[in-house]
């Protein structure tokens, strides 16, 4: 089981850096139209991931995905702190034109994004154990961590470094 969740979270967390991140600073940028679609099509497919792993019964679900939408809400925040951040990054990059000092600023966004990200799931915890029973809540923990973790591992790989 553990391979096949790794293997659809790596595919959705690759087209979300790809379609995504990669494309407002060093891809060709898309109709914004276009992107959103895009991202609609990974929430949704990964909502499916999540549900099939997760084996809800219907009053698990009841309670759980209310809790998963507010959770996808809040993550839609960090997300587009980070992806400010990459596009703030890439406009540099392009141009040649960082600075030391933006290069800090830049750091202690990403540190501060981090910090943030980290407060955000723990205080989830709680919500996500109150809506499951406590192997259910790490299951779907472990599968959102998952996705986070194949997210930043594809923005690593794709993110040049500084010059």
Known sequence: MRGNIS??????GLI?????????GWAQDKP????????????????????KYM??????????????EEYQKD????????????????????????TDEKAKQLLDEWIAIENDDAKRRGSYVPKVMKALPPKKA??????????????????AATVPLVQ
């Open 16 to 24: 979300t850096v790809l379609t995504g991140f990669v494309s407002h």
């Open 75 to 98: 993550l839609q925040k960090i997300d587009q702190r980070l992806l400010n951040l990459l596009q703030s990054y890439a406009a540099d990059y392009r141009n040649n034109s960082l």
């Open 7 to 12: 293997m659809h979270i790596g595919v959705i």
């Open 32 to 51: 914004a139209n276009n992107m959103e679609i895009v991202h609609e099509k990974l929430k949704a497919d990964k909502k499916l991931i999540v549900a």
């Open 138 to 155: 790490a299951r779907y923990l472990q599968i959102e961590n998952e996705y986070r973790i194949l997210m930043k591992y594809d923005l």
């Open 55 to 68: 084996e809800l019964t219907d009053s698990e679900a009841k309670k759980f995905w209310p809790v998963y």
